[in-house]
T-cell receptor, first 114, second 109 residues
Framework: GAGVSQSPSNKVTEKGKDVELRCDPISGHTALYWYRQSLGQGLEFLIYFQGNSAPDKSGLPSDRFSAERTGGSVSTLTIQRTQQEDSAVYLC????????????FGSGTRLTVV | EDQVTQSPEALRLQEGESSSLNCSYTVSGLRGLFWYRQDPGKGPEFLFTLYSAGEEKEKERLKATLTKKESFLHITAPKPEDSATYLCAVEAGTYKYIFGTGTRLKVLA
């Protein structure tokens, strides 16, 4: 597609439920990133995928968070047993190469845990 | 510890009133400094990359500069459509960006 597509755009879930957030990167972009943006805080790195290499999961805040990228394209971020502190905007970005040059971000998924 | 600090947190300007946004950083081995613009409900939109002290980049009414400790985003004669949150980020590792909390700019007509 022309840009990075994320779905859903908004998600309200009950505490304790699992949620899946989807990211469809720009075609041909080998690098894919997930960030979290909480109110009043800077973007927080979560996970990075590059081609077929093992992902860098060092930013995932707990083992309730996981992500996968199938076929080097679409990625899914899963949050199990959601907590209220998980409420945030989850942003996906992709780039042609890792490193300098700037990412292209999607519009994000706004997650609200009630 | 690698860190990015942006100031001011919020800025209100009259249309045509030029000003500058600041991004101070502490990082070992800067590989790049990035400026993004973020509109409400949207993801950040890439503006500039700066790699070395003394470098400058321009785009319409925006000009970004870089020193060894900070970057400035100069806005000349801003218009209401320049209202947005401006984010600064540095590349600390091979691909991880550290973002500041942003400056919320409001330009009044």
């Amino acid at each position: 597609g022309a840009g990075v597509s994320q779905s859903p755009s908004n998600k309200v879930t009950e505490k304790g439920k699992d949620v899946e957030l989807r990211c469809d990167p720009i075609s041909g972009h080998t690098a894919l990133y997930w960030y979290r943006q909480s109110l009043g805080q800077g973007l927080e790195f979560l996970i990075y995928f590059q081609g077929n290499s093992a992902p860098d999961k060092s930013g995932l805040p707990s083992d309730r968070f996981s992500a996968e990228r199938t076929g080097g394209s679409v990625s899914t971020l899963t949050i199990q047993r959601t907590q209220q502190e998980d409420s945030a905007v989850y942003l996906c970005a992709s780039s042609f190469l890792a490193g300098p040059g700037g990412y292209t971000f999607g519009s994000g998924t706004r997650l609200t845990v009630v | 510890e690698d860190q990015v600090t942006q100031s001011p947190e919020a800025l209100r300007l009259q249309e045509g009133e030029s000003s500058s946004l600041n991004c101070s950083y502490t990082v070992s081995g800067l590989r790049g400094l990035f400026w993004y613009r973020q509109d409400p409900g949207k993801g950040p939109e890439f503006l500039f990359t700066l790699y070395s002290a003394g470098e400058e980049k321009e785009k319409e009414r925006l000009k970004a500069t870089l020193t060894k400790k900070e970057s400035f985003l100069h806005i000349t004669a801003p218009k209401p459509e320049d209202s947005a949150t401006y984010l600064c980020a540095v590349e600390a590792g091979t691909y991880k960006y550290i973002f500041g909390t942003g400056t919320r700019l409001k330009v009044l007509a």
